[in-house]
């Protein structure tokens, strides 16, 4: 995330600078590598980010087993 964000910025002081023209092919190229990244990022939040309605801890299966036994031998 941080080389993109230097990436970006350097790409935008070239602009302010007017080393490279702002209705260049290469600012178009630069426009649409923005527009992939940020697709990238919206899949990447969809299979990483936080699961909606929080995260359910499921109980170890030893546990589980031990809980039975105490239940079962109680009866």
Same mark, same amino acid.
């Given at each position: ?25 290469? =600012?178009?190229?630069?426009? *649409?590598?923005?527009? &992939? @990244? +940020?697709? !990238? ?14 995260? =359910?801890?499921?109980?170890? *299966?030893?546990?589980? &087993? @031990? +809980?039975? !036994? ?6």
């Amino acid at each position: 995330m941080r080389l993109r964000g230097q990436r970006n910025y350097d790409r935008y002081m070239l602009v302010v600078k007017k080393f490279v023209a702002a209705d260049s092919p290469e =600012r178009l190229q630069w426009q *649409r590598e923005s527009a &992939e @990244d +940020s697709q !990238r990022h919206i899949v990447w939040n969809r299979r990483h980010g936080p699961v909606p309605g929080g995260a =359910r801890i499921l109980p170890r *299966r030893h546990e589980y &087993e @031990d +809980s039975e !036994r105490t239940s079962a031998s109680a009866k």
